[in-house]
C-alpha cells in the first residue's frame, strides 16, 4: 500500500515538473564583437537562458554574484542555465570585464 | 624604424600614428642611461652593436588560435624565434608579455615551450588572461609561477636595472578593465622601497599599465596606485603586449610601450566594432607580427626600444 502511494505521488511529481517544462522558454543570447546581445533579457522564473560565442576569441559568461560562472567558451561554444529564482542577474565576462550584461527573472505567475 | 626619444619630447599623434601602422616581429630594448628607447627593427637594432643590457620582449603568442586571422600561429612563432637566434649580440633574457596560450591548455603550453625554448635564453614571463582560464588556474602557475607572489607577480634585478614582472589579469571584476589589486599594490610599495630614485626600473605586464582605450578595457583600473610608487624613479618604462600593435606613451619620466603579438593583429582603437582579431591579406600578415629589443646603455638617459617586424 505504503508503495503504491509513492509511485503515485513520483508520478504527479513528473507530470507537474513536466507542466512546468512545457512552459518554460528557451532564451538565445549571441556573444559578438565582444557584446552580449540582447544586453539585458527579461525572462520568467523556470526559463533556460543559452549564451552562444561568436567571436574568434573566448569569453565567459559570470555572474557578479557567483549564481552562475562559465567555462571560457571558445568559437561556437554554448553555455546554459536555468534560472528559478526571480530578481536580477548582472554578469560579465572574466576575460574581458568591460563586457557586461544581464538576466532579469520574473516570477513565473503560478504553474 | 626607431624611437629615439633623446629630446625627451612627448610622441606626437603623427608619430603615435606611425608607430601603429609599422609591420613587424619584435621590439629590441635598450635602456640608456636608465630610460628605454626602441631602436627600431630587430635587424637595426642589432647593427647599432649597443652598449650595455639588452634583453627581447615577446608577446601574445597565442599557442592554439586556428582561426582565419592567423591559422599558423606556431609557424609565425617559430619565424620570430628563429630571428632572434640570429642577432648577432645575444640579448641578455627575454620577457614574454602574456598570452602565451589561447586556451590555457597543456597541450598550447608545450608547444610555446618547445618553440620559445629554441633561443635558448632565460625567458621572464608574466600571464594574459588567455594563460589563467583551465578550471583550476594551475598549468600557468605550475610552469611560470615557482618562486612569484600571488597571482605571479615577482622582481629580479639585472646590470643595475630592477625588473618587476605584475599581473594585471587575474580576478577581473565586471564593468571594469584590467586590475593589479590590493595585495599585489602593496608589494610593489615594498618592492620600491629603500631603493635609490636613479635606479633604472623596467615594469611589464599583459594589459597596458595605461587607459590607452577603455572603451575596450584596454587599460588597468588601479595603474595610478602603482604609477604613484615609481614617480620618484627617473626613469621609469613600462611594457605591455596585449593589443597585439605597437603604441608608445611618454609621461614626465615614464615610457610607456606596448609590443607587437608574433600571432595575430588586432585593429587600432576604434578603428573596427571590437577589438577581435583582425584578418589581414596574407601578404601583409607578417608586417604586422612581430618582436621587441630593448637595450639599456649606462650613462645615457633612455633606453632604446627596437619594433621589429616578420617582414617588411
Known amino acids: ?111 | 624604424m626607431s624611437h629615439n626619444r633623446d629630446h625627451g619630447e612627448g610622441p606626437n599623434r603623427r608619430k603615435v600614428l606611425e608607430c601603429m601602422t609599422w609591420a613587424g616581429t619584435g621590439v629590441l630594448w635598450t635602456i640608456a642611461g636608465g630610460v628605454p628607447h626602441s631602436l627600431g627593427l630587430v635587424g637595426e637594432a642589432a647593427a647599432q652593436e649597443a652598449k650595455g643590457l639588452t634583453f627581447l620582449q615577446i608577446s601574445d603568442s597565442h599557442m592554439g588560435f586556428d582561426k582565419p586571422a592567423n591559422p599558423n600561429v606556431k609557424g609565425t612563432l617559430e619565424e620570430a624565434i628563429g630571428r632572434i637566434k640570429a642577432i648577432p649580440a645575444k640579448p641578455a633574457f627575454m620577457i614574454h608579455t602574456g598570452d602565451i596560450t589561447h586556451l590555457s591548455k597543456e597541450q598550447e603550453f608545450d608547444d610555446a615551450e618547445k618553440i620559445i625554448s629554441q633561443a635558448k635564453l632565460d625567458v621572464h614571463y608574466v600571464p594574459g588572461e588567455h594563460d589563467i582560464i583551465d578550471p583550476e588556474n594551475k598549468l600557468y602557475k605550475e610552469r611560470y609561477g615557482r618562486g612569484t607572489k600571488g597571482s605571479g607577480y615577482y622582481s629580479f634585478d639585472a646590470n643595475g636595472v630592477h625588473f618587476m614582472g605584475l599581473v594585471n589579469v587575474a580576478n577581473l571584476k565586471g564593468g571594469g578593465m584590467g586590475s593589479l589589486g590590493d595585495e599585489q599594490l602593496k608589494w610593489i610599495e615594498d618592492d620600491l622601497k629603500g631603493r635609490s630614485a636613479s635606479q633604472p626600473i623596467v615594469v611589464f605586464a599583459h594589459i597596458p599599465l595605461w587607459a590607452l582605450y577603455p572603451t575596450w578595457g584596454w587599460g588597468t583600473e588601479d595603474s595610478e596606485q602603482a604609477l604613484g610608487h615609481l614617480k620618484r624613479f627617473g626613469s621609469v618604462t613600462v611594457l605591455n603586449g596585449h593589443i597585439h600593435q605597437v603604441m608608445q606613451k611618454v609621461e614626465g619620466n615614464v615610457t610607456f610601450h606596448t609590443a607587437r603579438s608574433t600571432a595575430f593583429p588586432q585593429p587600432a582603437p576604434g578603428a573596427a566594432p571590437s577589438a577581435g582579431p583582425l584578418k589581414v591579406p596574407d601578404d601583409k600578415l607578417r608586417t604586422m607580427l612581430g618582436t621587441a629589443s630593448v637595450t639599456f646603455k649606462q650613462g645615457e638617459q633612455r633606453l632604446a626600444i627596437i619594433d621589429t617586424p616578420l617582414a617588411g
Open chain 1, 1 to 111: 500500500m505504503k508503495f503504491v502511494i509513492a509511485r503515485a505521488f513520483g508520478a504527479m511529481v513528473l507530470l507537474v515538473a513536466s507542466m512546468a517544462a512545457a512552459n518554460a522558454a528557451n532564451i538565445e543570447v549571441k556573444i559578438d564583437n565582444f557584446s552580449y546581445s540582447p544586453q539585458t533579457v527579461t525572462v520568467k522564473a523556470g526559463d533556460t537562458v543559452t549564451w552562444t560565442n561568436g567571436d574568434d576569441i573566448p569569453h565567459t559568461v559570470t555572474s557578479k554574484t557567483g549564481a552562475f560562472r562559465s567555462k571560457a567558451l571558445d568559437t561556437d561554444d554554448k553555455f546554459s542555465f536555468t534560472f528559478t529564482t526571480p530578481g536580477a542577474f548582472p554578469y560579465f565576462c572574466a576575460l574581458h570585464p568591460h563586457m557586461t550584461g544581464s538576466i532579469v527573472v520574473e516570477a513565473s505567475g503560478g504553474t
